[in-house]
């Protein structure tokens, strides 16, 4: 039986969705299956401290409780938890090299003596971090072992979205050659995906990444139409035409262009018209938004409202929407990101809504057939008909799509046998 470690390094793993689906449900899924034969052990390199606009606070101190309900659920599934402080706050999530050097000392030998401790074979590493203190702790470690680079998003060209650096820089160009280096010495790399799969083998030739997307829970995201008309009627929006937006405000989810493509939809739906914006994001981030629909006559309470709910009651409110809005900023790697809301949109039947400008998401949506692109340059009565016929038709393909391309048993049994391949690799010699 393969011994796995999942690594996650400098991200938030509490109240946190990405974490709950796309991480703990994957581990439990893969788990909970017997034949896969996987003995998994999640690490996690925590920040010691956080630094944020409400002032500092230490993680373990403020989610002690969580902490240890956490190592008790997943202890009860078979999949271990192991908690390593760093000296780094996720704060600094797009770290220099002198960051990056601070981390290494600190949290390399931690990986190094988890790896020796646990005698894993294989380390699955959820983005850069994870995997460059991975690879350099193999260095170091006496027996064979496998690292999974799961990219996730592209660091170098993120780090020019968020002002870190600049293009050509120095911070830059390290980031460039040590991107090389990583996927180079990694066993295995995986991208979310076809057009990340498709950069990455560009500008590293021989390369072969495998093309993971974003999954959803189908046992949790799933149409419900009863939930559906009590959710509607206790938002009081059982005869509106609702378009729902789920997510962080700002930075890759412009507030601009989400009013832009809300104001199509609400002139395209008339008095019906009405949208919903779920959103963990406080009133100082909901700010830009709140004053781009004002601009615009959108009034709050009456055309549109936000709300902030748990992360287990968000499968709930969206199937109270009728369309989902998805639109990206133009930013670099806005091409190859594959947002995991648009899994958990098509999962529930939702048809999605996004901007031309978005051409990788375009192309999805259309090629899939299971939304429409907002383009101002249709006529208005095209529009409108699409708005108002469309949801019916593109419902049962949305789920289909989801059911097709994007579940997550089907994932979870992708990566056991990954798994298994890279640790079998060890038994017969290199790979």
């Known amino acids: ?99 990056l050097a601070w981390l290494a000392c600190w949290a390399v030998p931690a990986v190094w003596w988890k790896i020796v401790r646990l005698r894993a074979r294989v380390v699955h590493c959820r983005y850069y971090y994870a995997a460059f203190l991975a690879l350099a702790a193999r260095l170091l470690v006496p027996g064979p072992v496998r690292v999974i680079f799961d990219v996730r998003t592209l660091l170098p060209e993120q780090g020019l979205v968020n002002r870190k650096w600049r293009e050509g820089g120095p911070a830059f160009r390290f980031w460039k050659a040590l991107e090389r280096w990583m996927l180079g010495r990694a066993d295995k790399v995986v991208s979310v995906s076809p057009a990340m799969t498709a950069r990455l083998e560009q500008e590293s030739p021989g390369l072969s990444p495998e093309t993971i997307p974003n999954f959803v829970d189908l046992e949790h995201f799933r149409a419900d139409e009863e939930l559906r008309r009590r959710v509607r009627r206790e938002l009081g929006v059982e005869h509106r035409r609702v378009l729902v937006f789920s997510g962080t405000l700002g930075g890759r989810y412009p507030y601009g262009r989400m009013a832009e493509c809300a104001e199509l939809f609400f002139r395209m739906s008339g008095p019906e018209g009405y949208l919903m914006v779920l959103t963990g994001s406080d009133e100082k981030r909901l700010a830009p938004l709140v004053a781009e629909l004002e601009h615009r006559g959108r009034r709050r309470g009456a055309d549109w409202q936000a709300y902030h709910c748990k992360v287990e009651e968000v499968p709930g409110m969206l199937a109270a929407a009728d369309w989902a809005l998805l639109v990206l900023a133009d930013f670099l790697t806005s091409e190859t990101f594959l947002p995991i809301k648009f899994a958990e949109y098509l999962a529930l039947g939702l048809p999605i809504l996004t901007h031309p400008a978005n051409r990788e998401l375009a192309r999805l949506v259309l090629g899939y057939r299971v939304g429409a692109v907002l383009d101002p340059d249709l006529p208005e009565g095209t529009l409108r008909s699409l708005l108002t016929d469309g949801p019916g038709a593109m419902r049962d393909r949305c789920r289909q799509a989801a059911r097709e391309h994007f579940d997550l048993d089907r994932f979870a049994s992708r990566y056991a046998a990954l798994y298994r391949e890279l640790a079998a690799g060890l038994e017969t010699g290199p790979g």
């Open 1 to 99: 039986m393969p011994r796995v470690i999942y690594l996650v390094a400098l991200e938030n793993i509490f109240d946190n969705a990405i974490f709950e689906n796309m991480v703990k449900k994957l581990l439990l899924r893969i788990q909970g299956d017997r034949e896969r034969r996987v003995e998994l052990t999640l690490v996690c390199l925590l920040p010691w401290f956080e630094l944020t606009r409400r002032g500092p606070y230490s993680n373990f101190r403020r989610f002690r409780r969580q902490m240890v309900e956490l190592r008790r659920e997943l202890s009860s599934r078979g999949v271990g938890l192991e908690f390593v402080r760093t000296p780094v706050p996720s704060a600094f999530f797009d770290m220099g090299p002198v960051l």
